[in-house]
């Protein structure tokens, strides 16, 4: 079993902060293919350009798609931006 | 030469009248005869440099006497609003510029709310402020007209109650009619790190621009008039909606700007160990700060002039209402993290409080943070003591010690004056010279970004060549941390000209992407476009020269092409360069802290990176080369001449 955690803003879409998945997934690709049947069209959103994968609180900046998951895994969905002070 | 005689060779050879539809005026204001010239920003220069800071620029470059010294009332205070400023969606900036009284280099610095918008609803797009007011004064700027006014009245008003006075005294209504540029007592007091402000939080922050207008003794400009469509080549209207839609549209301001702004930033930062902690001596904080521990303190959300995003946090500590620091502006993420882990705070409600503070006292949140988190960790290491705080205990997350520091800070007042000098404090005898190796500053500006850029190498190059100091603003690769867009090389190819390692700690290719940030950014400046909303800072999708070039035709009926307007970022760069040079800088000035390169990061995914001295010197190299600077870090001699032609005066 694998809990996906969702920022704010796509929560309120899916209705909950929180998903978790018993389907049997190896990687984060599968893991987009699960959570696209799962809510239509959420598959497009986890592929935003905005959104980096976290599995248990490390933060993946590349070769995302191939990272193997494991059952207990903990994944999160993180904005990425930048700020400033003019 | 004296600087007026400057001013005056330099308008004999300026046109009297605009050059294209919506050219404002450049105003010369002589503060002490008190006395306003006008003139226009000549077309080959606007070609080279366009507006805003590109031709603050090509007035610095022209009337700064590097003889002098940055608070000498002889160098100018040069204000500018960029080309499309208050014409366009999301283009309401403008650019500050002078000799930097913090850190010795090009001061250039960047404000939105609403003042550049309505400086340019005057007809002005730049003023040049010199000579010392005999008096404090006030610029009031109102149909087209710039009156001077008796400041006395306002000396020793921070940030709330002066704009509370104003509004009383001037009429009008902020946001709506009335708007101004203002230092409180930190600027009075020449405080480096102070900001001139304009908005309750929105300030141009960088380099001590408070100090140097403090030195002019010009407390403020306030600017008043009804907004107005302006008269353009061709409709544009149309042409800006499709911009808002491209805006509203764009993931990241969904997302993320609209509803929570860039206090988003902190957690992936805390994951990656990369959040600067401790002045640096750490990576990683606590997960307290994350911006849903806002969520309860956030009444709304504001915004800069005829902006759809509105990416400005608003605050409410629902205090008790006399409280003056209960509520406010912010804190955006520079703030969080410089006044959150960078000085070991870990309470949201006092990271939120001391920005009410650093806002009401006109403070540079990044620099003042920075020089509060140096004096901690020289604390820490015994290079100084009680004797040299007044009996200070600088302890790592003393929020109230740091509140009443902020305050001695403004008014110079004891160890106060010690952070009132900033970077500086070692050149001012406060600390001992080994206390620069502790100082987290680049060409002697206090780091921007409260990231910590071991991990992140095209993140560290553009801080090391940001021609204002250590600062992100002009060319961080944000996507650099995108994962969507390191997995997909050739889509990250077509965005940076060329091939970019997809690994954030590799250093192939990484000059590539800082040239082209750094030429778009530049642009975004000079027309007016907030970096938040600008192609490549926080997505792909956002507006970027396609659609600026698009929209200069529009509104100028200048004909310009994107190939066009990335060669104006890169002369954009040139010339700071030049001034740069004039003022000491060369290659020894692009590096990067001590720290960075001799002590690894110890936690997190990226435990023991550090930047490699020989790999950053050979990237240095090629991104010379690439931006056709000799490996001295200067234009070289045929772009040189050709720059030189354009800006005259030789």
Sequence with gaps: MISVRLPASLAAEAGTDTLTISDPVRSIADLIEVLDRRLPGFGALFDDALFNFAVNDEMLLHRVRDRTLADGDRVELIPTISGGAG | ?650
């Design chain 2, 1 to 650: 030469m004296p600087l007026r005689d400057r001013v005056a060779r330099l308008l004999a050879e300026l046109p009297d009248r605009p050059q294209y539809p919506t050219q404002g005026a450049t105003a010369f204001v002589d503060l002490e005869r008190r006395a306003v010239s006008r003139a226009y920003t000549p077309l080959p220069v606007v070609r080279a440099l366009l507006a805003g800071r590109g031709a603050n620029m090509f007035y610095l470059y022209r009337l700064l006497d590097e003889s002098l010294e940055p608070l000498d009332a002889e160098v100018p205070l040069i204000f500018g609003s960029g080309v499309l400023t208050g014409i366009v969606p999301s283009a309401a900036r403008g650019n500050a510029t002078s000799w930097s009284p913090e850190s010795g280099v090009l001061m250039d610095c960047n404000a939105g709310d609403y003042f550049p918008s309505f400086m340019k609803m005057n007809g002005f797009d730049h003023l040049v402020l010199y000579a010392r007011s005999p008096e404090w004064s006030l610029l009031h700027i109102r149909d087209g007209e710039i009156a001077f006014r008796d400041a006395r009245p306002y000396l020793g008003l921070d940030n709330v109650d002066l704009r509370a006075r104003v509004e009383a005294d001037f009429g009008g209504t902020w946001t709506r009619d009335l708007a101004m540029a203002s230092i409180a007592r930190a600027g009075e007091n020449l405080v480096l790190t102070s900001a001139i402000m304009a908005g309750p939080k929105s300030c141009y922050a960088r380099g001590g621009p408070g100090a140097k207008m403090g030195a002019l003794r010009l407390k403020a400009i306030v600017v008043q008039g009804q907004t107005h469509d302006f008269e353009t080549a061709q409709p544009y209207k149309g042409y800006n909606r499709e911009i808002a839609q491209k805006l509203l549209a764009t993931s990241v301001v969904k997302h993320a700007l609209r509803t929570t702004g860039t206090p988003f930033l902190y957690k992936p930062s805390r994951i990656l160990g990369a959040m600067g902690t401790k002045n640096n001596q750490e990576t990683t904080w606590t997960d307290q700060l994350d911006a849903n521990h806002i969520d309860p303190y956030r009444p709304g959300m504001a915004g800069c002039f005829r902006c759809p995003v509105n990416c400005r946090p608003l605050n409410d500590l629902k205090t008790d209402p006399s409280d003056r620091y209960g509520r406010g502006d912010g804190p955006e993420y520079v703030t969080l993290g410089k006044f959150g882990p960078n000085i070991g705070i870990d309470r949201i409600e006092s990271v939120i409080r001391l920005n009410n503070v650093c806002n009401d006292l006109g403070l540079d949140t990044a620099s003042t943070g920075s020089a509060i988190a140096w004096a901690m960790e020289l604390f820490q290491r015994g290079m100084i003591t009680n004797r040299e705080t007044g009996g200070l205990d600088l302890r790592w997350g003393d929020a109230a010690a740091v509140e009443q520091l902020l305050f001695m800070l403004s008014r110079r007042e004891g160890f106060g004056g010690v952070l009132a000098d900033g970077a500086r404090a070692v050149e001012r005898g406060h600390y001992p010279p080994e206390a620069l190796r502790y100082r987290m500053a680049v060409k002697g500006l206090m780091q921007s970004d409260p990231h910590d850029a071991r991990i992140l190498k095209a993140f560290a190059l553009g801080l090391a060549v940001s021609t204002r100091g250590m600062d992100h603003l002009r060319n961080r690769v944000t996507l650099e941390i995108n994962a969507r867009i390191n997995d997909d090389p050739a889509f990250k190819a077509t965005l940076y000209g060329g091939p970019v390692s997809a690994a954030p700690t590799a250093y192939d290719g990484k000059e590539l992407a800082v040239r082209v940030c750094e030429n778009l950014f530049a642009v975004g400046d000079a027309v007016g476009m907030c970096r938040f909303t600008t192609k490549l800072f926080n997505s792909p999708s956002l507006p970027g020269l396609d659609q600026f070039a698009a929209q200069i035709g529009n509104v100028t009926g200048l004909v310009t092409e994107p190939a066009d307007l990335d060669r104006v970022g890169l002369n954009i760069m040139g010339v700071e360069r030049l001034i740069n040079r004039r003022l000491g800088v060369g290659r020894q000035d692009d590096t990067l802290p001590e720290r960075w390169f001799e002590e690894p990061v110890t936690v997190g995914a990226y435990a023991g990176e550090k930047i490699d001295r020989q790999e950053f010197d050979a990237m240095l190299s090629r991104f010379y080369a690439i931006s056709n600077l000799t490996e001295d870090g200067v234009p070289q001699d045929a772009w040189r001449r050709e720059l030189e032609q354009t800006l005259g005066g030789l």
